[in-house]
Every structure is written in structure tokens, then in C-alpha cells.
Nanobody, 127 residues
Framework: QVRLVESGGGLVQAGGSLRLSCAVS????????MAWFRQAPGLEREFVSA????????LYADSVKGRFTISRDNAKNILYLQMNSLKPEDTAVYYC????????????????????WGQGTQVTVSA
């Protein structure tokens, strides 16, 4: 099993930036991909971005493409999400997730595909 702990959330004005981190521990060698999802009140959990852990291939939701960047430090076992040009509609709890099975790009955008989840970190963007 993999343990995930997010940090870096907070309150920021529209147009600002935040960087989220997700510390990964446990059986990291079993990871195929990691991702960021977000969930706003009353809405379903939404895919944000994913990275195939070993080769670095990245995927983004259209709503964040060009503004957010996912990256990972394999040596330190940390997943990052750099968020720039933040908008009020980016306000949500952000979760990192780990997946151990090989999935298609489409499959990696679905929350039920992921095996392990962090506790979430709140991001609030004020207008």
C-alpha cells in the first residue's frame, strides 16, 4: 500500500499561484501513475492532472491546461502541482491519488481507477 500526504493549499487571490505537494511513502515501486483530483462542494470529484510515474508522461484536464503543471521528484517520492493564474472556479479540496495498474489515458482520468488517496488540501481562490 502507498501512503499519500498533501500539503500546500491555502487562500490566494485570483491570478495568483500555489504549489501543492504530495509526499509518497510505502510501496512506491508499485506505482504506475499518480494524479491530482479536486472536489468542490456539491460536485463530483474531478480529474485535474496525472503523470505516469516512471516515464513522466503527463495528462491535463482542459480546464487547467496551460495554467497547471504536474511534476514529480522520483528520488524524494514527491508529487507536485504548480498552479498559476488561479481562478475562483479552481476553489476545491485537492487530492492526490496513486494507481498501481496500467491504465489507458482515458482510464487515468477516472477517480475509481485509483487505489490510494491522500486526505486532501483546501485551495480557495478569492475574486
Amino acid at each position: 500500500q502507498v501512503r499519500l500526504v498533501e500539503s500546500g493549499g491555502g487562500l490566494v487571490q485570483a491570478g495568483g499561484s500555489l504549489r501543492l505537494s504530495c509526499a509518497v511513502s510505502g510501496r512506491t515501486s508499485s506505482l504506475y501513475a499518480m494524479a491530482w483530483f479536486r472536489q468542490a462542494p456539491g460536485l463530483e470529484r474531478e480529474f485535474v492532472s496525472a503523470v505516469i510515474w516512471s516515464i513522466g508522461t503527463t495528462l491535463y484536464a482542459d480546464s487547467v491546461k496551460g495554467r497547471f503543471t504536474i511534476s514529480r521528484d522520483n528520488a524524494k517520492n514527491i508529487l507536485y502541482l504548480q498552479m498559476n493564474s488561479l481562478k475562483p472556479e479552481d476553489t476545491a479540496v485537492y487530492y492526490c491519488a496513486g494507481e498501481r495498474s496500467v491504465r489507458s489515458f482515458g482510464g487515468l482520468k477516472r477517480a475509481p481507477a485509483y487505489d490510494d488517496w491522500g486526505q486532501g488540501t483546501q485551495v480557495t481562490v478569492s475574486a
